[in-house]
């Protein structure tokens, strides 16, 4: 069977004899002849549209096709606008990073993993550099321990052609918990009175 690709069967377009016909409200009318089904849509002012062709007899609706397509539409629309979608940044590093270059691109990192973002980390080597790929997980092993508390690691480091990668995810921070704080003060109070 088909997967139906295009737009359902309209009004003249309808090719069977008779079909089942549901009302504007959804209501079952029962079987006509598509002719009748056609003229009770038609005094209407609305369309008739074929919803379940593979049905014997197939099933048609009454309604405002215009106005039905524009609610899909809005529906998909909304729907698009609440799916969340994960970034993926990237940081390149080289092995012979500085230090000061090394802490402008961990905050850099820090900041998209703060927006939530996942955060590719790459070590671009170069010549002579890829005899010594302990440099580059150096700096890896290095920025996972300094953003221990903000991210978490999702791909370990690993070696590929001339580069080095390591993906890194945010880490949701628990919220603080102001009751355990409370009862630590009752405690105390306690204390207090019985002395």
Known sequence: MAIATSEPRLNEDIRAGECR????????????????????????????????????????????????????????????KKQSRIEIKEMKFRPKIDTGDYETKKRHVLRFLESGAKVKVTIMFRGREMAHPDLGLVILEKLAEDLRESAAIEVQPKLEGRNMFMLMTPV???????????????EEEKGTQES
């Not at 949701?172 to 009752?186: D, F, I, N, V």
């Open 21 to 80: 016909l549901i009302g504007v409200d959804g209501s079952q009318l029962g079987i006509f002849d598509v002719d009748a089904a056609q003229r009770i849509a038609d005094d209407q002012g609305l369309d008739l549209v074929e919803i379940a062709p593979e049905a014997t007899p197939p099933v048609c609706r009454v309604m405002d096709y215009s106005k039905f397509k524009y609610e899909q539409a809005q529906k998909a629309k909304a729907a698009r």
């Open 172 to 186: 949701k921070k628990k919220p603080l918990k102001p009751e355990g704080a409370r009862a630590e003060g009752h």
